[in-house]
């Protein structure tokens, strides 16, 4: 019963995490087209390195192993105790070791406002030209402005 009782926490600690929407990453490569996307041209304001979190599977995963291994250690309650510490310290490994660093850029338009996104590799510098598109207030593509 205990044991069903760490993996039904541990699952649904998991699903309350996956419902909160996390920022995609923007692609590098290409601008979208459309009618109802607007572009933009301005420079790179601001870098910051960000960490991202690993996959849901994995952060499941070794949280799942994490609450195993933890509720297994102790008796009565220190065991919940040490099966729920086990399932967070098993997701904070998974995002250690699986997770990914991508730059937050800053970017400011033409018109002086600011907009942010998350580019994987480190292709652009602070006050490079960039163009980019933007879809219901988000940056939904940038590329270097050519000269």
């Given at each position: 019963?205990?044991?069903?009782?760490?993996?039904?926490?541990v699952i649904f600690g998991m699903l309350i995490q996956s419902c909160a929407t996390s920022e995609q990453e923007v692609p590098t490569d290409h601008l979208?087209?459309?009618?109802?996307?607007?572009r933009h041209s301005g420079v790179v304001a601001n870098i910051r390195e960000v960490k991202k979190d690993a996959s849901l599977g994995k952060q499941f995963g070794?949280?799942?192993?994490?609450?195993?291994?933890?509720?297994?250690?102790?008796?009565?309650?220190?065991?919940?105790?040490?099966?729920t510490t086990g399932a967070f310290i098993g997701q904070d490994i998974a995002n250690d070791k699986y997770g990914d660093v991508v730059d937050r850029?800053?970017?400011?338009?033409?018109?002086?406002?600011?907009?942010?996104?998350l580019v994987h590799?480190?292709?652009?510098?602070?006050?490079?030209?960039?163009?980019?598109?933007?879809?219901?207030?988000?940056?939904?593509?940038?590329?270097?402005?050519?000269?």
């Amino acid at each position: 019963m205990k044991i069903l009782r760490f993996t039904l926490l541990v699952i649904f600690g998991m699903l309350i995490q996956s419902c909160a929407t996390s920022e995609q990453e923007v692609p590098t490569d290409h601008l979208d087209d459309a009618p109802t996307i607007v572009r933009h041209s301005g420079v790179v304001a601001n870098i910051r390195e960000v960490k991202k979190d690993a996959s849901l599977g994995k952060q499941f995963g070794a949280s799942f192993i994490g609450a195993l291994v933890g509720g297994q250690i102790g008796g009565g309650s220190a065991s919940t105790i040490m099966g729920t510490t086990g399932a967070f310290i098993g997701q904070d490994i998974a995002n250690d070791k699986y997770g990914d660093v991508v730059d937050r850029l800053i970017l400011q338009g033409e018109d002086g406002v600011e907009y942010n996104c998350l580019v994987h590799g480190h292709d652009f510098k602070v006050g490079d030209n960039v163009i980019f598109t933007i879809v219901e207030n988000h940056v939904s593509a940038i590329i270097h402005a050519t000269p």
